[in-house]
């Protein structure tokens, strides 16, 4: 899904400057930092950075040039390559390959202060036990 939303902002890439890309289950805890975007230029990628480990990067949210969110969005193209290059191939994970994407693709990183929780899995630990209750 994300290869498809990277053709859009290609066949876009002349009409917009920045892109502002997020995942449809986020509720966001906080406004977005408008002042973040005077440190985007062609090669940073913005992203949260709240659930961070190590060598991981939140995945979901992304702002930037689009010339930067098409390569990020674009890494299924990649994607092989990435997996077979990554040292402890035993605890790769998304957020690890999104890393290893901005790496691959030498860019920076913009660690941007939005929060958010994600819908599904919220609405899913507080429903489970209802439903498991009356099964």
Known sequence: MESKVAEFLEENKDKYKYDVVANADYFYLNKFPLECLTNIGENPIGTCHHWENN????????????TSV????????????????????????????LNESIIYN?????????????????????????????I
């Open 70 to 97: 098409i390569k990020i969005m674009n890494r299924i193209n990649y994607y092989y390559m990435l997996v077979e290059n990554y040292k402890n191939s035993e605890y790769l994970n998304y957020e690890r390959i």
């Open 55 to 66: 060598d991981m990067c939140t995945d979901g949210f992304y702002i930037g040039y689009l």
């Open 106 to 134: 030498n860019m920076s990183r913009l660690k941007i202060d939005i929060f958010f929780e994600n819908k599904r899995k919220f609405i899913f630990k507080n429903a489970a036990p209802k439903v498991l209750n009356n």
